[in-house]
């Protein structure tokens, strides 16, 4: 076998050590809500992975968890009622809307609005800018005309 077989072979082995689970579901409906929930729900310890993607043990534990009580005959909301009670409203990639979580779904509605607002503010204190430089007060006014005098007289 040649190095770079070898080399390949290693270097390819990782994602062959990824735990893969089976559950058999007792219906296609539920494999399918069980896909659904698996993408919504956090991985508490990756925190930027759901349930489906993370290897962590935690993951497992809440994979295993919501087959057991998709099983069990619960509904969606009592499945993830269940999570944020037990984990937090962290543990939803979409959290509810509550007084807590307000800020939250608000803050890119509140900072486009900021921006928008500076914006504006920059553009009229520019253009108030340019405004007043093109403006001539009466003593700017009365040397340019005795400076374009002057130079009439001399040409």
């Known amino acids: 076998?040649?190095?770079?077989?070898?080399l390949a072979l290693l270097l390819f082995s990782g994602s062959a050590a990824a735990v893969i689970e089976t559950y058999e579901f007792s219906n296609p409906e539920l494999e399918v809500r069980y896909?659904?929930?698996?993408?919504?729900?956090?991985c508490p310890k990756c925190q930027n992975q759901n349930i489906a993607d993370s290897n962590a043990p935690i993951s497992q534990d809440l994979r295993k968890l919501l087959y057991q009580q998709l099983e069990a005959g619960a509904n969606d909301?009592?499945?993830l009622d269940y999570m944020v009670a037990r984990y937090g409203e962290f543990v939803r990639y979409r959290p509810s809307f509550t007084g807590a979580t307000a800020l939250l779904w608000l803050a890119p509605v509140l900072?486009?609005?900021i921006g928008i607002a500076v914006a504006?503010?920059?553009?009229?204190?520019r253009r108030s800018r340019v405004e007043q430089s093109?403006?001539?007060n009466?003593?700017?006014e009365q040397s340019l005309r005795e400076l374009l005098a002057k130079?009439?007289?001399?040409?």
């Not at 896909?35 to 956090?42: H, I, P, T, Y």
């Not at 504006?120 to 204190?125: C, D, G, P």
Request: charged share 30%; net charge negative; glycine share 0%.
């Open 151 to 155: 130079t009439e007289n001399d040409s």
């Open 35 to 42: 896909r659904q929930l698996s993408q919504e729900l956090r």
């Open 134 to 136: 093109a403006l001539l």
């Open 1 to 6: 076998m040649s190095r770079f077989t070898l």
């Open 120 to 125: 504006v503010a920059a553009a009229r204190a």
């Open 138 to 140: 009466a003593d700017d």
């Open 77 to 79: 909301e009592e499945i």
């Open 111 to 113: 900072l486009l609005m």
